[in-house]
């Protein structure tokens, strides 16, 4: 039953995994660390890149954002308590055991390298056209969720590389950004994964036109859904799509009842167009955002 609520909620599993992954790294590298010199650096090596990549690559909902930063003063103390306890002075490993565990860290750390270089390619500007738009949001700090051209960082990349035809159609979102509002302490809500979606910090959140131009569809009614569950049938849920110059504009996951634009009008840089909601495909409530040329 607890394995396939998991399964079921993919965003307690990456949670889970960002604890239990970081955490056993520097915890092996605490409590059992390699004994010669060459060894123990290989280790501590590897565990930096991997803890690097993490970071990076996390989705840092829970725990929050400065965790990477809380497991790098971890690993620099466990990484000191290795070497100080440290008791074979060589430094190739001197027996079957150790050359294993140098292998299977020699992996790790090559995994590492491999995802922090994609991570940072597409964290780059894309070469394809690109917008400016003013930000859609004021007020309170917030954290790009999802974001980037690789999949690695931003989920909606699925789509331009699956090639299953019922994601054909959604391939102007590959990359979309979303949004969540985090207090001061980094958290976007109070606990874990709360059900009631009107306790994140960002639902009801104004969202204000990020670039001047018409309203080509706006849409309402669509009720917001209980955490985690998710509306496959109108994975937009409620949203407005903004033509500006040439580009359309979409918004989408607002709020049930929100939605002050209508289909035709003309609306100015910083206007109200709805509030955040939980309403259509989504984990979380969230504002999703992104650029696509006219069409589906």
């Known amino acids: 039953c607890a394995n396939g609520f998991f399964v079921a909620n993919p965003m307690l599993t990456i949670f889970a995994l960002q604890l239990a992954v970081p955490l056993s790294l520097i ?25 690097f990549a993490i970071a990076l690559a996390g989705v840092w909902l829970f725990p929050p954002w400065w965790a990477p930063w809380l497991y790098a003063v971890l690993f620099v103390f466990a990484t000191m308590n290795a070497w100080r306890k440290r008791r074979d002075t060589a430094w190739l490993p001197q027996n079957w055991r150790q050359w294993g565990v140098s292998i299977v860290f020699l992996v790790i750390g090559g995994y590492g390298v491999s995802e ?14 690109h917008v400016d738009l003013a930000f859609p949001l004021m007020g309170s700090s917030f954290l790009v969720l999802n974001g980037g051209g690789d999949v690695r960082i931003n989920s909606h990349q699925k789509t331009m590389h699956a090639n299953e035809s019922r994601l054909l159609a959604w391939r102007g979102n590959a990359y979309g950004v979303d949004l969540v509002a ?64 040439y580009v359309h504009v979409v918004m989408a996951h607002f709020k049930e009842g929100s939605v002050l634009a209508r289909t035709g009008e003309i609306v100015h840089i910083g206007q109200k167009l709805a509030e955040v909601g939980n309403s259509g495909g989504t984990d979380e409530p969230h504002l999703h955002i992104h650029a696509q040329l006219p069409g589906t």
């Open 27 to 51: 915890l092996w590298l605490a409590v059992a660390p390699a004994s010669s010199r060459g060894a123990l650096t290989i280790q501590a090596i590897a565990t930096a890149l991997a803890l």
């Open 116 to 129: 922090a270089s994609h991570i940072f390619v597409g964290r780059t500007s894309p070469t394809r056209p």
């Open 182 to 245: 985090i207090d001061h302490w980094g958290m976007r809500v109070p606990g874990v994964q709360p059900a009631d979606p009107s306790l994140y910090h960002i639902f009801g959140m104004p969202v204000l036109a990020p670039c001047s131009g018409t309203i080509a569809t706006a849409v309402d009614g669509l009720p917001d859904m209980i955490v985690p569950q998710y509306d496959r049938a109108n994975m937009a849920g409620n949203y407005v799509i903004l033509v500006c110059d």
